[in-house]
Nanobody
């Protein structure tokens, strides 16, 4: 059974940076993508960014390009989201998700993901 465990959320001030992580376990194949979605209070869960295995291709929500950066540690099956210049509107629960055998047209689609983590809260406030 695939498990996803997020870590690294917290309370930061506007303008700060923060890196959150998601570690996957129980994987048996090598064709998948890991993604971050976020859900702010009273809003829909939205796509943030994704990274594919094995080739490392990254995908970002258009509004967040240059603001967030995805990376990974292949040996640890872990992905990271580096968030810079955080703003109060970045406040949300950030969820890690995994999709098996993805194609580019589905990577940004929430309902196509097979596994989800429990989420980590990021709060940006002064």
């Amino acid at each position: 059974q695939v498990q996803l465990v997020e870590s690294g959320g917290g309370l930061v001030q506007p303008g700060d940076s923060l890196r959150i992580s998601c570690a996957a376990s129980g994987l048996t194949g090598n064709s998948y993508a890991m993604a971050w979605f976020r859900q702010a209070p009273n809003k829909e869960r939205e796509f943030v960014a994704a990274i594919r295995w094995p080739n490392g291709a990254t995908f970002y929500a258009d509004s967040l390009k240059g603001h967030y950066t995805m990376s990974r540690d292949i040996a640890k099956s872990t992905m990271y989201l580096q968030m810079n210049s955080l703003k109060p509107e970045d406040t949300a629960d950030y969820y890690c998700a995994l999709i098996l055998n993805p194609i580019a047209s589905t990577i940004r689609t929430r309902d196509r993901y097979h596994y989800w983590g429990q989420g980590t809260q990021v709060t940006v406030a002064s």
